[in-house]
């Protein structure tokens, strides 16, 4: 994998501790090794709040759930971005554009659903709901090619939930996929946009 130029450092007093453990498990092997450590990194930071995020991630955007990129490795490649879910806010069915991920939900509680993939007709996609999950704090899970579709969303009607994404590199775009009937939905490219983190 290509190295990626660092972006400016956010800053948070915690940023180097962070980074260190996500170095610490990328440097396990392979993508399924790699993800597992990261997981239990991940959950290891939330469950003993070790790290402390910097204070802009708990502040939601009203018309868009915020993506804010914390940290990108020029080392590794892998990018760190916190999203901050405003009630009632979530994803449609999406992939990560063939990328590895791994999530952890910070705060709050999201509704995770995975879609298999079963048919494929041109731009047209039929899939189906294949399990979900409500994640709380200390939840963490990985996405692995071609296991990557999925929504996400904050179900409460009050309260902001806030997630850690760990890409395998920085995710600029990727495909949406819009329900048409029964099954079937049409894919849309998206190119993602990062919010301030400051």
């Not at 920085?170 to 049409?186: A, I, K, Q, R, T």
Request: glycine share 10%; charged share 20%; proline share 7%.
């Amino acid at each position: 994998m290509n190295a990626v130029a660092a972006l400016p450092p956010t800053a948070f007093p915690d940023r180097d501790r962070l980074v260190a453990a996500l170095d610490e498990a990328v440097a396990a092997g392979d993508g399924h090794a790699v993800t597992a450590a990261l997981r239990g990194a991940l959950c290891g930071m939330i469950r003993t709040r070790s790290v402390r995020l910097p204070d802009c991630v708990y502040a939601p955007i009203a018309d868009h759930y915020a993506r804010r990129e914390l940290y990108r490795s020029p080392e590794h490649g892998y990018s760190v971005v916190a999203m901050t879910w405003g009630p009632g806010q979530g994803t449609p069915v999406h992939d990560h554009a063939g990328l590895w991920c791994v999530e952890g939900v910070w705060d709050g509680e999201l509704e995770i659903t995975q879609y298999e993939l079963l048919e494929r007709e041109g731009e047209r996609f039929r899939f189906r709901a294949a399990g979900g999950m409500h994640a709380g704090p200390g939840s963490a899970g990985s996405l692995i090619p071609p296991h990557e579709y999925h929504t996400i969303r904050n179900a409460s009607d009050d309260a902001v939930a806030v997630s850690l994404h760990i890409y395998q590199a920085p995710m600029e775009c990727c495909s949406m996929y819009l329900p048409e009937e029964g099954e079937w939905f049409s894919r849309v490219a998206k190119t993602l946009r990062t919010d301030a983190a400051a």
